[in-house]
C-alpha cells in the first residue's frame, strides 16, 4: 500500500524516480578531547581528510563543468582554495595540538570563519559564507564517517528525485538535469524563488512538504506529481499505470493549449492585453520567444548570479542581455536590475542577516555598491542599442532611490562615452510596484519613472507580513486578499492617470482566477512564466472584459480572501463554460 505526502505544487510534471536524499546540514560535533601521544596522528587525519575533500571537489567541479559552464563550476575552486588557505589549516592544527580532535578543532574554526564572513560589508565576501558551509560540512563528514551526500554529484541514469529540507537557487542551477528529474523540498511555496527557478529550468518540484525528509529514507521508488503537489510512495504497478495516464491527459491539455500561443490576446468584447514572458535564465530567451509572448516583462539578473564565484563582468552580462534581445527579435524586454539578497542570495541555508526579506537587497546593495551597480548598467545600455530595452528597478520604496539610480545610470553613461562604446543613454527606467509603500504613493514616483511593474510575490509578502517562502504560512498567502487588490487598483489608476503602462509580474497573473481579478482591476498588461502564456490567452479569449470588471465590482465590497474567491470562481466559471482546462485553483 503506497503513502501519500501532500505539500505545494511548485513545477508541473509527473515523473517516477528514486529518492536521492539529500542531508546538506552542517553534523553536531561532539567535543572531544585526545591524549599528547595522538596529536600527530590526528593533525594527519585532518590533512588527509582535507585531501580527500578537494579530490573530490575537484570531481564535482569537472562534471559541473562539462554539464553547464566554467563560471558556475569555479565556485568548487574556491572551496578548494578554501581547504588549501594557511591561515585555516594553521589554525586547526593549532587547536589539535592542543588536545582536541581534528573534527572538533575544525568545527569552531568554520564557525568564526563563516560568523566572520556572515558580517563582511562586502555582498560577494557574504556570498562566501555559502561556500565555507559547503566545505564544512564536506569536511566534517569525512572525519566523523557519515553518509556521503552530494547535492551535484548524482549517479548519472539514477533518475534521482532530490529529497531535501530546503534548497537554494545557487544549487538548484547547478543540479545535473541529466540525473535529477525532480525536486522535493519541506520547506518553500509557490513563490519562493526555487520554485520560480524550477518551473524556468522546466523541473517537476514539490514544495513545503515538511516531513519528506523525515519520512524518507533514500533510494525508495516514488511518483512525484509537480501539478498538484503530491509523492507517491513505494507506488503499485497500478498507481503507477494511473499517474502515467495523468501525465499523458496533461501533455495532451498542453498540447490543446499551445494552439492558443499563436492566437491574439484580445477579450470577446475586442480589448487588448499585453502578455509578456518573465525569464530567468538567459538560457531559457529562446524557448521563451515561441511562447507567444509580446515581449519580455521582467528577466531576473540576479540569477546569472546565484551559484557562482564571481559577479559577471559588462561583457558577459552584455552577452547574456543581448541573448534575450535577439532572441525576441525587437519585442519589448524588461530587465530588471539585480534583486540580490532576499531568499536568493546569500546561500548555504545560512542567513546573514536576521531578516533578509527586510534586509539589504535588491536596489538598496545596488545604490550602496555603485561599482557593481554602473557595471550592470553599463551593460544594459550598451545592449539597448539591439532593441526596444527597457530597465526596471526592484524593491523601491522612496523616490529617492529612483532619482539615485538615475544618478549612477547617468555615470555609466558617461564612462561609456569616454571609452567609445556605442550605447543608448535614454533606456526607459521603470520600477517594480512590490511594496506597500510604492503602491500607495505611487502617485509620487509616477512623475520620474517610465512604467510600473506590480510584483505581486512581494507585495502580497510585505502587505500581509506573509513570508513568501515559508511553508506553514502557504494558506495565508493569499493575493486576493481585499488590501493586496486596492493597492493593485491605486497603481493601476495612478498609471492610467499619468500615462504610464502598468505590467503585472508577479506569479499571480499566471493563474486563471487571479489573471480574472487583475483583469476586472484593469490590468492590461502581464507578464508570466513562459509556460503559463498559452493558458492566459485562452482565459482572455474566453472571458468578456465587461464580466471581470463587474465581478471585481462584486468582490471590492467583500471583507475576506476566501470571500472574494468564492465570487470571482462563481463568475468566471459561469462565464467559460467548460473549465476543465482552467486547473490549478
Ligand atoms: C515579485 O515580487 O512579484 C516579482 C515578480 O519579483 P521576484 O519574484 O523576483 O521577487
Ligand atoms: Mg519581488
Known amino acids: 500500500m503506497h503513502r501519500k505526502i501532500r505539500g505545494l505544487p511548485a513545477s508541473p510534471g509527473i515523473v517516477v524516480g528514486r529518492v536521492h536524499l539529500l542531508r546538506w546540514e552542517v553534523p553536531d560535533v561532539r567535543h572531544r578531547i585526545i591524549p599528547d601521544e595522538e596529536v600527530p596522528a590526528e593533525v594527519e587525519r585532518f590533512r588527509q581528510a582535507v585531501e580527500r575533500a578537494k579530490e573530490r571537489l575537484r570531481h ?53 570563519w563563516r560568523q566572520r564572513f556572515a558580517r563582511h560589508a562586502n555582498a560577494m565576501m557574504r556570498e562566501r559564507v555559502g561556500d565555507l558551509t559547503d566545505v564544512h560540512i564536506r569536511v566534517l563528514s569525512l572525519l566523523l564517517e557519515l553518509p556521503d551526500h552530494d547535492p551535484v554529484d548524482v549517479p548519472k541514469g539514477a533518475d534521482a528525485i532530490l529529497v531535501t ?64 503537489g503530491v509523492l507517491i510512495i513505494e507506488p503499485s504497478d497500478e ?25 491574439e490576446s484580445i477579450t470577446p468584447d475586442g480589448v487588448s492585453i499585453t502578455l509578456r514572458a518573465n525569464v530567468d535564465l538567459p538560457e531559457e530567451a529562446e524557448l521563451a520567444a515561441t511562447s507567444g509572448a509580446d515581449g519580455v516583462g521582467l528577466m531576473r539578473t ?7 564565484a564571481n559577479m559577471p563582468d559588462e561583457d558577459e552580462q552584455y552577452r547574456a542581455y543581448k541573448r534575450v534581445l535577439d532572441a525576441f527579435g525587437g519585442k519589448p524586454v524588461v530587465i530588471r536590475t539585480y534583486d540580490i539578497g532576499g531568499d536568493k542570495l546569500p546561500v548555504g541555508g545560512f542567513p546573514t542577516e536576521a531578516n533578509p526579506f527586510l534586509g539589504w537587497r535588491a536596489i538598496r546593495m545596488c545604490l550602496d555598491q555603485p561599482d557593481l551597480f554602473r557595471t550592470q548598467l553599463r551593460a544594459l545600455l550598451r545592449t539597448a542599442v539591439h532593441g526596444d530595452l527597457r530597465i526596471m528597478l526592484p524593491l523601491i520604496v522612496t523616490l529617492d532611490e529612483v532619482r ?37 504613493a505611487c502617485d509620487l514616483l509616477a512623475g520620474d519613472v517610465a512604467f510600473f511593474s506590480i510584483g505581486t510575490n512581494d507585495l502580497v509578502q510585505y502587505t500581509l507580513a506573509v513570508d513568501r517562502g515559508n511553508a506553514n504560512l502557504a494558506a495565508r498567502f493569499t493575493p486576493l486578499h481585499p488590501a493586496v487588490l486596492r493597492l493593485i487598483q491605486r497603481t493601476v489608476e495612478v498609471g492610467e492617470t499619468a500615462s504610464l503602462e502598468v505590467c503585472v509580474c508577479g506569479e499571480m497573473a499566471s493563474q486563471p482566477l487571479m489573471a480574472f ?11 508570466v512564466s513562459p509556460r503559463a502564456i498559452a493558458l492566459l490567452k485562452r482565459v482572455i479569449r474566453s472571458v468578456p472584459l465587461a464580466t471581470a470588471t463587474e465581478a471585481v465590482q462584486a468582490a471590492m465590497g467583500l471583507a475576506t480572501a476566501a470571500e472574494v474567491e468564492r465570487e470571482l470562481s462563481q463568475r468566471l466559471h459561469a462565464a467559460v463554460g467548460d473549465t476543465s482546462w482552467l486547473g490549478g485553483e
Open 60 to 112: 564535482v567541479r569537472d562534471r559541473v563543468e562539462a554539464a553547464t559552464s566554467h563560471e558556475e563550476a569555479a565556485i568548487f575552486d574556491v572551496q578548494i582554495s578554501v581547504l588549501d588557505d594557511q591561515i585555516l589549516r594553521g589554525s586547526v592544527e593549532e587547536l589539535i595540538g592542543q588536545n582536541l580532535a581534528a573534527e572538533k578543532a575544525f568545527d569552531l574554526v568554520m564557525l568564526e
Open 165 to 228: 529540507h530546503d534548497l537554494t537557487p545557487g544549487l538548484t542551477v547547478q543540479l545535473d538535469r541529466e540525473t535529477i528529474v525532480g525536486i522535493a523540498t519541506d520547506a518553500g511555496t509557490r513563490t519562493s524563488h526555487v520554485a520560480i527557478l524550477a518551473r524556468s529550468l522546466g523541473l517537476p518540484a514539490v514544495v513545503g512538504l515538511r516531513i519528506a525528509t523525515e519520512e524518507l529514507q533514500g533510494g525508495e521508488r516514488i511518483i512525484l506529481d509537480g501539478g498538484t
Open 239 to 263: 498507481d503507477i499505470a494511473e499517474y502515467r495516464g495523468r501525465a499523458r491527459r496533461e501533455a495532451e491539455l498542453e498540447h490543446e493549449l499551445r494552439q492558443y500561443s499563436a492566437l
Open 302 to 308: 540576479e540569477f546569472l548570479v546565484v551559484g557562482r
Open 404 to 440: 539615485a539610480a538615475r544618478a549612477i545610470m547617468a555615470e555609466a553613461a558617461a564612462e561609456l562615452v569616454a571609452r567609445g562604446v556605442p550605447h543608448r543613454s535614454d533606456v526607459p527606467l521603470g520600477i517594480m510596484v512590490e511594496t506597500p509603500a510604492a503602491a500607495l
Open 517 to 527: 481579478a487583475l483583469l476586472g482591476l484593469g490590468v492590461r498588461q502581464m507578464s
